[in-house]
């Protein structure tokens, strides 16, 4: 290197640090904006005034949201293939739903209403926080009532209430291959998926049953997506997983961190895999019932509070996971699971099917039945 290059290059080094100096005195919207607050409700309206203005509409760029778009139609094309997809940082860590913000944030417009459920409820952090950012950049109403919503991005549970052909279910997916729990290879797994050959998770349930007595699988059960694809529903309970088969609405799996696309479109066969002697069940809560509302034919999580202040002993009692359903359950305790479609009767998950309460006995059965 001659001794003029050399100086050329302190001279540019020198001038990229001026050049950032001088920035930093008078930094405009799209180079970050200067927070000096206070407290935090001061930052906050800072952001609401000319912060926001760097940001495009929906928060990503024009470019990514037609790059996550082009996936989604490939993964709706082949239903229960994995897609890759140009994942982009989002502000928050991976892992806490930036595939599922990607998708939902690209197809949103500013007429939709938006739904966000974090393990059932609306009312947790992480929900509340990609509600927010979905309101504050994309100008979307939202709601809590899933039968007003366009789109519903979820983690680990699909609603209680029958969703409809112009609704779009995103759902948050950790871990995308089905097939990594019998080989961690992605490089073998590609080329199984590629010769639909499911050997390898077929042995695996074998020796489930052998070890358990039946297929102890609690969450992600590996289904066959319209006798092609192996697919992971993602960590929904097997409760879940039959509301995917011959639905009404498109659902779209995204993981951010594997920067991977799938998706089931509506009228789709999805079929848990099991043998013809050890059959797909889901969940049973014999002789329980919520807490709040008493329904006995969702899916119900425990609680532990106390009911008898005398003795002061924490008991452990049931309440159902679906909050927003649960609410509408307790003002009106017979409300069907399809009360907001013109037919009656619609096959959705267990229980749905006509008489959605009897007794616990009756609804075990039913329940034994549908599985
Ligand atoms: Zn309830």
Redesign the pocket.
């Known amino acids: 290197m001659t001794e003029h290059e050399q100086t050329g290059l302190a001279d540019d080094a020198s001038a990229e640090t001026a050049t950032e100096g001088g920035t930093n005195d008078n930094r405009q919207p799209d180079r970050g904006t200067p927070i000096r607050a206070e407290t935090v409700d001061a930052a906050l309206d800072a952001l609401h005034g000319e912060g926001m203005a760097g940001y495009s509409y929906a928060y990503l760029d024009e470019h990514t949201k037609r790059e996550v778009r082009r996936a989604t139609l490939k993964a709706i094309a082949i239903p229960g293939h994995q897609v890759p997809y140009a994942s982009r940082p989002m502000p928050l860590a991976r892992g806490w739903g930036t595939g599922g913000i990607q998708v939902s944030l690209s197809v949103l417009g500013p007429d939709d209403t938006f739904k966000v459920i974090d393990q059932g409820t609306d009312g947790s952090v992480n929900a509340a926080n990609i509600r927010r950012l979905a309101e504050e950049t994309a100008n979307v109403s939202t709601t809590t009532d899933t039968t007003e919503a366009d789109v519903i991005q979820t983690r680990h549970r699909i609603p209680e209430e029958v969703l409809c052909d112009d609704q779009l279910l995103v759902l948050q997916v950790p871990v995308t291959d089905p097939l990594r729990k019998v080989d961690p290879s992605d490089a073998a797994n590609r080329k199984r998926h590629a010769h639909r050959n499911y050997g390898k998770m077929w042995v695996h349930l074998y020796e489930n049953v052998v070890e358990w007595g039946e297929i102890n699988i609690g969450a992600s059960y590996p289904t066959m997506v319209a006798g092609r694809y192996l697919m992971s529903p993602s960590p929904i309970p097997r409760w879940d997983t039959p509301k995917l088969d011959d639905a009404d609405h498109l659902s779209i799996f995204a993981a951010g961190r594997e920067a991977r696309i799938y998706a089931v479109p509506p009228n789709t066969r999805v079929k848990p895999l099991a043998f013809e002697d050890r059959q797909f069940t889901v969940e049973r809560f014999p002789d329980r019932a ?1 807490h ?4 006995e034919d ?1 899916f119900l999580v425990e609680l532990s509070e106390t009911r008898d202040g005398s003795d002061g002993r924490f008991q452990t009692c049931y ?2 996971n679906d909050t927003s ?2 609410e509408k ?2 003002s009106d305790p017979d409300r069907p699971k399809d009360h907001h479609l013109d037919r009656e009767g619609v096959d959705w998950g267990p229980g749905t099917p006509d008489v959605p309460r009897t007794t616990a006995d009756d609804a075990a059965s039913e329940r034994g039945e549908s599985g």
């Open positions: 919520c709040l509302c008493g329904s969702t309440v159902c359903f649960c359950r307790h």
